[in-house]
C-alpha cells in the first residue's frame, strides 16, 4: 500500500523549541486568565486593607507572594522552555539532527529513522493541532510529533488538513495560533 502523505523531519532544538513553547501556551493558557484575576483579586483586596489599616505589611508581603505564585508559570515562560530544552539536550530522549520520515496510509501513520520505527492507528492520537507553519501530532500529553509543513514530500499542507480533520475528528484543532 503506497502512503497519502509524506513528510520528514530533522528535529533541532530550534523545532524543540518553538513545538515546547506551543505547549505552554496550550497548557498554560486557559488557566493564566483565571491565574492573573485571583492574583489581581488578592492584591486588590490586600491593598484595601491595608489602607484601611486592617492589615499589617507583614500580610501585604504574604499576599504579594500569593499573587506572584498565581502568576509565575507565564513570567517564567522562557526560562522553564530554555532549562527543558538544556535539559533535553544533556538527554538522550530526544534525538536531535536525526531525521524522522513519517509517512500516512489510510488507516494509521508510520514514523520511522535509522534507529527506530513506530506504527499509530488514528484512533490512537490524543490530540493534534495546526499552526501555522506546523502540524503538532500527540501521541499522549508529553510526547508529540513535528511536522514541519515546508518538509512535505508528498501530498500537501492543505489536504492533509482536511485528511487530519477526518480521521482524528474533534481531536484535531485545525489553525491555532
Do not use: H
Not at 515546547?20 to 490586600?46: H, M, P, Q
Not at 522552555?81 to 536525526?98: E, G
Not at 493541532?129 to 510529533?145: M, V
Amino acid at each position: 500500500m503506497s502512503p497519502l502523505f509524506s513528510v520528514t523531519t530533522t528535529y533541532t532544538p530550534e523545532l524543540y523549541e518553538k513545538m515546547l513553547e506551543f505547549d505552554f501556551d496550550l497548557k498554560f493558557k486557559k488557566r493564566a486568565i483565571l491565574f492573573y484575576v485571583l492574583g489581581g483579586i488578592l492584591l486588590v483586596l490586600s491593598c484595601l486593607l491595608f489602607l484601611l489599616e486592617k492589615a499589617s505589611p507583614l500580610f501585604l508581603l504574604c499576599v504579594f507572594m500569593v499573587a506572584f505564585c498565581f502568576c509565575y508559570p507565564m513570567l517564567l515562560k522562557k526560562l522553564i522552555v530554555t532549562i527543558t530544552i538544556r535539559n533535553a539536550l544533556r538527554s538522550d530522549s530526544i534525538f536531535f539532527s536525526q531525521t524522522f520520515f513519517c509517512e500516512f496510509f489510510e488507516e494509521y501513520l508510520e514514523q520511522k529513522s535509522t534507529q527506530s520505527a513506530l506504527m499509530i492507528y488514528y484512533p490512537q492520537l490524543y490530540k493534534a493541532y495546526e499552526i501555522p507553519d506546523a502540524f503538532y501530532l500527540y501521541q499522549s500529553r508529553q510526547k508529540a510529533i513535528i511536522l514541519p509543513k515546508a518538509n512535505f514530500t508528498l501530498g500537501s499542507p492543505q489536504d492533509f488538513s482536511l485528511f487530519l480533520q477526518q480521521k482524528a475528528g474533534d481531536r484535531f484543532f485545525p489553525a491555532v495560533s
